[in-house]
């Protein structure tokens, strides 16, 4: 559209100066033509940059889907490494239950609720974790476990 307007602009301006108009008249053809042409070349930069930015978040997204893969299957492993753990701990069903609920932050009652069991029961099962993993409380059980993330 632009590049119509500075062809009109263009070829009035020419006929303009043959017919010898107002040099104000003149003027502001000129102007006309220079602020589309100008026009022009910022519509192009504008186009490049957005180009730039599509590419840039195309690879963001990109990365970030690799990203949430790889956290994905560590996330898996790392599951597997505290299922393995609770086996070679010899923990019954009901034991890595608890044991698992309790490394994710629930309390014995919000665990209880969630088991549809008495909290009293959870603390039986809590205290015969932390004895058959070496540990004495829930802040040991799950530094137990942070530990090999660490190391």
């Given at each position: 559209?632009?590049?119509?307007?500075?062809?009109?602009?263009?070829?009035?301006?020419?006929?303009?100066?043959?017919?010898?108009?107002?040099?104000?008249?003149i003027?502001?053809e000129?102007?006309?033509?220079?602020?589309?042409?100008?026009?022009?070349?910022?519509?192009?930069?504008?186009?490049?940059?957005?180009?730039?930015?599509?590419?840039?978040?195309?690879?963001?997204?990109?990365?970030?889907?690799?990203?949430?893969?790889k956290?994905?299957?560590?996330?898996?492993?790392?599951?597997?490494?505290?299922?393995?753990?609770?086996?070679?701990?010899?923990?019954?069903?009901?034991?890595k239950?608890?044991?698992?609920?309790?490394?994710?932050?629930?309390?014995?009652?919000?665990?209880?609720?969630?088991?549809?069991?008495?909290?009293?029961?959870?603390?039986?099962?809590?205290?015969?974790?932390?004895?058959?993993?070496?540990?004495?409380?829930?802040?040991?059980?799950?530094?137990?476990?942070?530990?090999?993330?660490?190391?």
């Open positions: 559209m632009l590049s119509i307007v500075i062809i009109i602009n263009t070829s009035d301006f020419l006929k303009d100066i043959m017919q010898g108009d107002e040099l104000l008249h003027v502001l000129i102007i006309t033509v220079a602020l589309s042409i100008g026009g022009i070349f910022l519509l192009a930069r504008m186009v490049h940059h957005r180009a730039n930015m599509d590419a840039h978040v195309e690879k963001i997204e990109s990365d970030l889907s690799v990203t949430r893969s956290l994905k299957e560590i996330g898996e492993e790392y599951s597997k490494h505290i299922q393995d753990q609770f086996q070679m701990w010899k923990f019954t069903q009901s034991e239950e608890v044991a698992l609920l309790i490394l994710k932050g629930l309390s014995f009652n919000e665990i209880a609720e969630t088991r549809n069991t008495k909290e009293k029961t959870v603390r039986q099962q809590a205290s015969s974790v932390y004895s058959k993993s070496g540990v004495s409380s829930r802040h040991e059980l799950a530094a137990w476990f942070l530990e090999d993330l660490l190391v």
